[in-house]
Nanobody, 123 residues
Framework: QLQLVESGGGLVQPGGSLRLSCAASGSTLDYRAIGWFRQAPGKEREGVSCISSSGGSRNYADSVKGRFTISRDNDKNTVYLQMNSLKPEDSAIYYC????????????????WGQGTQVTVSS
């Protein structure tokens, strides 16, 4: 059974950076696209970024383009989300999820989820 554990969240000032990690156990991520999602209080969950199984294709929500970078290390069974130039509106619980597909065609068909890590951007 695939298990995902996020880490790296915390409190950061506006303009700061954080790197989130999504570590997998129980199964390989090699054949799965991996996505990062976030959910702020009172808002719906939204897709933030996705990386294909090979790492050759990466998608980003318009709100984070140019500031966030997704990457993966299949040898470590881990996916990362580097977040730079953070804004207060980036505050949310961030979740990683494994897709039952190789590619990131849309924000559906994610069947394994982590427990989330809190990111708070505030001065």
């Amino acid at each position: 059974q695939l298990q995902l554990v996020e880490s790296g969240g915390g409190l950061v000032q506006p303009g700061g950076s954080l790197r989130l990690s999504c570590a997998a156990s129980g199964s390989t991520l090699d054949y799965r696209a991996i996505g990062w999602f976030r959910q702020a209080p009172g808002k719906e969950r939204e897709g933030v970024s996705c990386i294909s199984s090979s790492g050759g294709s990466r998608n980003y929500a318009d709100s984070v383009k140019g500031r966030f970078t997704i990457s993966r290390d299949n040898d470590k069974n881990t996916v990362y989300l580097q977040m730079n130039s953070l804004k207060p509106e980036d505050s949310a619980i961030y979740y990683c999820a494994a897709r039952s597909r190789l590619r990131c065609t849309d924000w559906s068909e994610y069947d394994y989820w982590g427990q989330g890590t809190q990111v708070t951007v505030s001065s």
